[in-house]
């Protein structure tokens, strides 16, 4: 039984040195392998659209978004109704219960030739309270 053993000895020391050899070879990067270039950070160039009159509603509700979060009821001078996420107007702080008519500038991404969502207040216009229902 030792004789057997003595003779597989060399073979699973050759076995050994063969599969450390390859494991560490494996850890190793290829001399031709070029480092991975990031892509370039996207900046917006962010400009103002036509100013718009818009009426915002008195009252907030949930934005139909994934993040829970409240949104203003904004109606453009053609009747559309949309949503503005609560302070994407930037210097204007509605008070709950209070209607305005605001003049307000859309930001663009120029780059991207689309509107951010983002809007910039110009005027308010008018306001009045509104009881709430």
Known sequence: M???YQSIKPSL????????????SACQTSPFAKDPVPEPR??????LGEAQTLT???NRVACASELPMQCLLAKSKDGSVFQIPYDWIDDFKPALGTEYII???PQIDEGQKSATGHWTLQNILSQRMVGMP
């Open 103 to 105: 003049s307000a500038r």
């Open 42 to 47: 996207y900046i917006p160039s962010i400009v």
């Open 13 to 24: 020391l050759l076995a050994g040195l063969i599969s450390a050899a390859t494991l560490l």
């Open 56 to 58: 915002v509603m008195p």
């Open 2 to 4: 030792i004789s057997a």
